[in-house]
Each structure stands twice: as structure tokens, then as C-alpha cells.
């Protein structure tokens, strides 16, 4: 027969491993949700991106049509001062400024142009994209939802599970609960059985004085939990 304290400890091990397990998951939710919530703040970040590209490009359309004004003021200057004048070298030079003048209009236009259909494209990517990133965005939110429920109903699993670890501990005697909170504290499982003469959590093997309490021989209450030689954990004698 076994050692007569191995059977309530087993139970509490089994417990134990259920309330360690529920402790784990809890502890994991928080981060998967930190996790999923840097998603959306990305899907977010590559929104506002692209909204900020469009913004910059009407933003430089903007500034050319400034540049186009500004120059359009110029020519109308020029034209105007070239009609009243009445030297012909000072008349070519206007001439020659008013012909700049419309080139640089010119130029400021074509590249209007572009910034326009720059613009029309980045709409068009942009309402597809937004789309796109909204849909992930609730996806991620109803994943969100979805581990924050997981986490209320972990509490509560969690909490019957450390009611069944205290009811667990009472029929042990307090000298066996010291030491197996010691164990359990840096090796879990702390109760492993003896399979082939090794210990079932080291699997190493176990001297013949450590296999004979095992298996109960001479056990009674006050004998002392048979450990393993060398991971120090409690082991029997599985029949």
C-alpha cells in the first residue's frame, strides 16, 4: 500500500493544477487583449496615414493655386505697365517678363494637374482602405469583447477553483501541507509516481529506501513522505 497521507495529497494536487491552470489563463488576458488592442491602434495609425497624405496634397494643391494667383497678379502687372510705357527696350523687357511670367503659370498648372489626380487616386485608395480597416478594426473589437467575458468567467471558474483547493487542504495535516507547499512552490507536479524504479518528474531513478516507502512498506501516518534522491519531489508507488 501507499503512504496512508498520498491520497488526500493527490486530490490537492489535482486541485491545485486546475487553480494553477485558471490562474494562468487569467493572467494571460490582460496581454492578449494589450495585444489586440495594438492592432487596432495600428489599423487606426494607417487610417489616419492615409487621411494625412490626402490632407497634404490638398495642402500643396492649395499652395500652387497660391503660386498660380500670385503669378497671374504678376502678369496682369507687367501687361499693364508694358502698355504704358513708351521705350522699346523697356517694352521687350516687360515683354520678356510677361512671357517668364506665363511659363512659370504654365508650369504652376501642369503641376496643379498632377496634385489633382494625385489627390482623385488617393481618394479612391483611401475609401478602399478605410474599409478594409474599419472591418478589421470591429473585428478586432468583437475580439476584444470576447476576452473580456473569457476573463469574467475565468474569475469565477478561478474562484471555485481556489474553494476546492481549501476544502482539498483541510483533511491534510498541517506538517504534510508545509511540505508540500514547499515542493509545489518550485516543482509542479510535486507528487509524481515511481514508474520503473525512476521518479516520474526527473525521471531519474530513485534509490531502493525511497522505492520501499513508496510502496508503503512499514507506512504508517507518521512516517515521514517518501522524495525523490534527487528533485526532491513526493513520490509513490503507483499499483
Given at each position: 500500500?501507499?503512504?496512508?497521507?498520498?491520497?488526500?495529497?493527490?486530490?490537492?494536487?489535482?486541485?491545485?493544477?486546475?487553480?494553477?491552470?485558471?490562474?494562468?489563463?487569467?493572467?494571460a488576458v490582460p496581454g492578449d487583449i494589450a495585444s489586440v488592442e495594438k492592432k487596432i491602434a495600428a489599423e487606426k495609425g494607417a487610417i489616419d496615414t492615409?487621411?494625412?497624405?490626402?490632407?497634404?496634397?490638398?495642402?500643396?494643391?492649395?499652395?500652387?493655386?497660391?503660386?498660380?494667383?500670385?503669378?497671374?497678379?504678376?502678369?496682369a502687372r507687367y501687361k499693364t505697365q508694358q502698355s504704358l510705357v513708351k521705350k522699346n527696350d523697356e517694352y521687350q523687357a516687360l515683354g520678356h517678363e510677361i512671357e517668364t511670367t506665363q511659363a512659370q503659370i504654365e508650369e504652376f498648372e501642369g503641376k496643379e494637374l498632377e496634385v489633382m489626380y494625385a489627390i482623385d487616386e488617393a481618394k479612391k485608395k483611401f475609401a478602399a482602405a478605410e474599409a478594409v480597416l474599419?472591418?478589421?478594426?470591429?473585428?478586432?473589437?468583437?475580439?476584444?469583447?470576447?476576452?473580456?467575458?473569457?476573463?469574467?468567467?475565468?474569475?469565477?471558474?478561478?474562484?471555485?477553483?481556489?474553494?476546492?483547493?481549501?476544502?482539498?487542504?483541510?483533511?491534510?495535516?498541517?506538517?504534510?501541507?508545509?511540505?508540500?507547499?514547499?515542493?509545489?512552490?518550485?516543482?509542479?507536479?510535486?507528487?509524481?509516481?515511481?514508474?520503473?524504479?525512476?521518479?516520474?518528474?526527473?525521471?531519474?531513478?530513485?534509490?531502493?529506501?525511497?522505492?520501499?516507502?513508496?510502496r508503503g512498506k512499514g507506512a504508517d501516518p507518521t512516517t515521514p513522505l517518501p522524495t525523490c534522491d534527487q528533485c526532491g519531489r513526493i513520490v509513490y508507488w503507483e499499483a
Open positions: 500500500m501507499a503512504h496512508p497521507a498520498i491520497a488526500p495529497l493527490l486530490i490537492l494536487q489535482d486541485r491545485d493544477s486546475k487553480r494553477l491552470a485558471l490562474e494562468a489563463h487569467v493572467k492615409a487621411r494625412n497624405e490626402m490632407r497634404e496634397l490638398e495642402l500643396k494643391k492649395k499652395s500652387i493655386e497660391t503660386e498660380i494667383g500670385s503669378a497671374a497678379d504678376k502678369l474599419k472591418a478589421n478594426i470591429t473585428g478586432h473589437e468583437a475580439r476584444i469583447a470576447m476576452l473580456r467575458e473569457r476573463e469574467a468567467s475565468l474569475a469565477t471558474e478561478l474562484k471555485a477553483a481556489q474553494a476546492e483547493v481549501a476544502v482539498a487542504r483541510t483533511p491534510v495535516a498541517e506538517p504534510r501541507l508545509r511540505v508540500y507547499d514547499r515542493i509545489a512552490a518550485r516543482n509542479m507536479p510535486a507528487i509524481v509516481a515511481i514508474s520503473g524504479g525512476k521518479c516520474g518528474g526527473c525521471h531519474l531513478k530513485v534509490s531502493s529506501e525511497v522505492e520501499s516507502g513508496a
